[in-house]
Nanobody, 120 residues
Framework: QVQFVESGGGLVQAGGSLRLSCVAS????????MGWYRQAPGKQREKVAA???????NYTDSVKGRFTISRNNAKKTMYLQMNTLKPEDTALYCC??????????????WGRGTQVTVSS
C-alpha cells in the first residue's frame, strides 16, 4: 500500500514562506496525479493545489499567485512552495493521489500531514 509522508510545516509570521514536501512510497509515483489538501480546525478539508503526472497544475482561488506546486518524480516527492502566507492558511496540510487534478477525490490512505501555523 502506498504511503505518503508530509514534512516542512512550522510556525511562521504572516508574509513569510514555507516549503512543504510529500514523499511517496512504492514505485508508481510518476504515474500519479497528486494534490495538496488542508484542513483547519472546525472546517472541511480543502484541496488547494494539484499537479498531473505530466506537470499540469491547478490551484484553488485563495492560493493562486502565492502557492506553487511541483514534483520530482526521481525523488518520488511533491512540493508546495507557499509564499506571502496569511493567518487563514493555518491548517494541517496533507497530500494524496487523485483521479484527475480537477476532481476532489482522494484515492489513497492519508498520511499524518504537516502543520502550518501562520501568526498575524
Amino acid at each position: 500500500q502506498v504511503q505518503f509522508v508530509e514534512s516542512g510545516g512550522g510556525l511562521v509570521q504572516a508574509g513569510g514562506s514555507l516549503r512543504l514536501s510529500c514523499v511517496a512510497s512504492g514505485n508508481s509515483f510518476s504515474l500519479y496525479h497528486m494534490g495538496w489538501y488542508r484542513q483547519a480546525p472546525g472546517k472541511q478539508r480543502e484541496k488547494v493545489a494539484a499537479i498531473s503526472s505530466g506537470g499540469t497544475t491547478n490551484y484553488t482561488d485563495s492560493v493562486k499567485g502565492r502557492f506553487t506546486i511541483s514534483r520530482n518524480n526521481a525523488k518520488k516527492t511533491m512540493y508546495l512552495q507557499m509564499n506571502t502566507l496569511k493567518p487563514e492558511d493555518t491548517a494541517l496540510y496533507c497530500c494524496n493521489s487523485l483521479p484527475t487534478i480537477y476532481r476532489d477525490f482522494p484515492l489513497l490512505p492519508w498520511g499524518r500531514g504537516t502543520q502550518v501555523t501562520v501568526s498575524s
